[in-house]
């Protein structure tokens, strides 16, 4: 049982963070956000005083959980996306008029969430969305209205690109035409929200595990990433940042390359090397240069294609993005050998992985504008068997909670394992 005085330290720490964050805006440090699309390094991001962490620390301190409460309370101090999911246009405008409102008060630039795309998440586990196109299209001109002439980040639908319907089985897409109708959905969007003009749009390029850097190159180009400030890696999902950064570096000099690099070049994001990069052995007596996706360490052969073919493109025509760093602290999670006889969901509520870095736009990598956190901490991906058969999840021993669903478990050991270790928000008071 904690002495008295540290319970007091823990409950005052706890209820500062907890009960009225920022509801003035005067406890910012720095000063207002630059206008325009760039990210200033000194960007302060808004802090959502009404959070579910915040909530949570204030349930935690009830029930004498005084070392949760101050985990709850330092992470409620942190910014988080607000995500926009569903509701009408009248609805989704309304709402994020209000979270512009008081993003304003504290001088900070908000972070949002598109995510309403028809046939979202391939009809599983984050499924929903528009019911049309039309319905799609009034949805985000009414949000990109909404967000008016302020600055704001939008993370345009999550696992749009990467997860086409097209790829979601053979029978979901068969002629190809509802994947191109998503690319023109997407297109769409990018020109009716960067039509705002302090609104920095990104599109969705999955993560280092996921689709080769060609691939993801071509889908993003097909998507109008030209006329978006760049593209996201990571949301709600696990991989290292320093490797998500070499693969979104990469990305941005595949599209340079195909598109204003060497002629020989032009159009083919196809040729661009990856992290599933297999060349010829070179001919100097060592190993061949293949490239192995889960280690980092052979990545090198795909940066010396990259210097080799691409050169050094001008720092101003590449592409830049934002990584998602809300749960990847620990990197991604392997189960133990032999523990599963089907899909192991590496994906959904993996145990043991931890918050990783901090939201800033302080990056120090040349193309990374912000590390964020993007999926909302604490919240369920989804209840998964992991390939079993059954219903309970044999990580957890339990039934996992929905898609969405606040888990105060699965918050509290993130925060433990958080990597570096969390703090308070220097930033906020």
Same mark, same amino acid.
């Given at each position: 049982m904690p002495s008295s005085s540290l319970r007091r330290t823990l409950t005052a720490a706890a209820l500062a963070a907890a009960v009225g964050l920022a509801t003035t805006g005067t406890a910012w440090a720095g000063s207002t956000p630059s206008p325009g699309r760039t990210l200033a390094p000194g960007t302060r991001f808004y802090v959502d005083p009404d959070s579910k962490a915040a909530h949570q620390a204030v349930t935690d301190l009830r029930d004498r959980n005084f070392a949760g409460a101050l985990g709850m309370a330092k992470l409620a101090t942190w910014p988080q996306a607000a995500w926009f999911t569903s509701g009408s246009p009248a609805e989704v405008k309304t709402q994020v008029k209000d979270l512009v409102r008081k993003a304003a008060r504290q001088h900070a630039v908000p972070v949002l969430v598109a995510y309403d795309i028809p046939l979202r998440d391939c009809s599983?586990?984050?499924?929903?969305?528009?019911?049309?196109?039309?319905?799609?299209?009034?949805?985000?001109?009414?949000?990109?209205?909404?967000? /008016?002439? /302020?600055?704001?980040?939008?993370?345009?639908?999550?696992?749009?690109?990467?997860n086409l319907p097209s790829d979601c089985g053979p029978s979901s897409d068969p002629t190809g035409e509802i994947s191109a109708n998503r690319i023109a959905d997407i297109n769409y969007a990018v020109n009716v929200l960067e039509a705002q003009p302090g609104v920095s749009v990104y599109l969705d390029a999955g993560h280092s595990q996921w689709h080769s850097v060609g691939d993801a190159a071509t889908r993003l180009l097909q998507a109008g990433v030209a006329n978006a400030q760049g593209f996201f890696l990571d949301v709600s999902n696990f991989e290292p940042t320093a490797q998500l950064d070499q693969y979104g570096t990469w990305i941005s000099k595949c599209i340079w390359f195909a598109t204003k690099g060497p002629d020989w070049?032009?159009?083919?994001?196809?040729?661009?090397?990856s992290q599933y990069y297999?060349?010829?052995?070179?001919?100097?007596?060592?190993?061949?240069?293949?490239?192995n996706p889960k280690d980092a360490s052979t990545w090198h052969w795909t940066d010396l294609w990259f210097d080799q073919n691409a050169g050094n493109p001008p720092a101003a025509e590449l592409t830049h993005f934002v990584v998602d760093t809300s749960r990847n602290g620990k990197g991604g999670w392997t189960p133990a050998p032999g523990a599963y006889t089907g899909d192991a969901q590496t994906w959904c509520n993996p145990p043991g992985r931890g918050i990783g870095e901090r939201p800033t736009a302080n990056t120090g990598v040349a193309l990374v504008d912000a590390y964020l956190f993007v999926k909302t901490i604490g919240e369920s991906d989804g209840q998964c068997s992991r390939g079993t058969g059954g219903t309970i999840d044999p990580e957890y021993g339990i039934v996992d909670p929905a898609a969405g669903?606040?888990?105060?478990?699965?918050?509290?050991g993130l925060v433990a394992n958080a990597s570096p270790v969390l703090t308070f928000n220097p930033h906020l008071f």
């Amino acid at each position: 049982m904690p002495s008295s005085s540290l319970r007091r330290t823990l409950t005052a720490a706890a209820l500062a963070a907890a009960v009225g964050l920022a509801t003035t805006g005067t406890a910012w440090a720095g000063s207002t956000p630059s206008p325009g699309r760039t990210l200033a390094p000194g960007t302060r991001f808004y802090v959502d005083p009404d959070s579910k962490a915040a909530h949570q620390a204030v349930t935690d301190l009830r029930d004498r959980n005084f070392a949760g409460a101050l985990g709850m309370a330092k992470l409620a101090t942190w910014p988080q996306a607000a995500w926009f999911t569903s509701g009408s246009p009248a609805e989704v405008k309304t709402q994020v008029k209000d979270l512009v409102r008081k993003a304003a008060r504290q001088h900070a630039v908000p972070v949002l969430v598109a995510y309403d795309i028809p046939l979202r998440d391939c009809s599983q586990y984050s499924s929903g969305g528009a019911q049309s196109d039309a319905e799609y299209q009034a949805w985000i001109a009414a949000l990109a209205s909404a967000l /008016g002439t /302020g600055q704001a980040v939008v993370i345009l639908e999550p696992d749009a690109l990467s997860n086409l319907p097209s790829d979601c089985g053979p029978s979901s897409d068969p002629t190809g035409e509802i994947s191109a109708n998503r690319i023109a959905d997407i297109n769409y969007a990018v020109n009716v929200l960067e039509a705002q003009p302090g609104v920095s749009v990104y599109l969705d390029a999955g993560h280092s595990q996921w689709h080769s850097v060609g691939d993801a190159a071509t889908r993003l180009l097909q998507a109008g990433v030209a006329n978006a400030q760049g593209f996201f890696l990571d949301v709600s999902n696990f991989e290292p940042t320093a490797q998500l950064d070499q693969y979104g570096t990469w990305i941005s000099k595949c599209i340079w390359f195909a598109t204003k690099g060497p002629d020989w070049a032009r159009g083919h994001t196809d040729w661009c090397a990856s992290q599933y990069y297999s060349g010829a052995a070179p001919n100097d007596g060592q190993p061949g240069n293949s490239v192995n996706p889960k280690d980092a360490s052979t990545w090198h052969w795909t940066d010396l294609w990259f210097d080799q073919n691409a050169g050094n493109p001008p720092a101003a025509e590449l592409t830049h993005f934002v990584v998602d760093t809300s749960r990847n602290g620990k990197g991604g999670w392997t189960p133990a050998p032999g523990a599963y006889t089907g899909d192991a969901q590496t994906w959904c509520n993996p145990p043991g992985r931890g918050i990783g870095e901090r939201p800033t736009a302080n990056t120090g990598v040349a193309l990374v504008d912000a590390y964020l956190f993007v999926k909302t901490i604490g919240e369920s991906d989804g209840q998964c068997s992991r390939g079993t058969g059954g219903t309970i999840d044999p990580e957890y021993g339990i039934v996992d909670p929905a898609a969405g669903a606040w888990w105060p478990a699965q918050a509290h050991g993130l925060v433990a394992n958080a990597s570096p270790v969390l703090t308070f928000n220097p930033h906020l008071f």
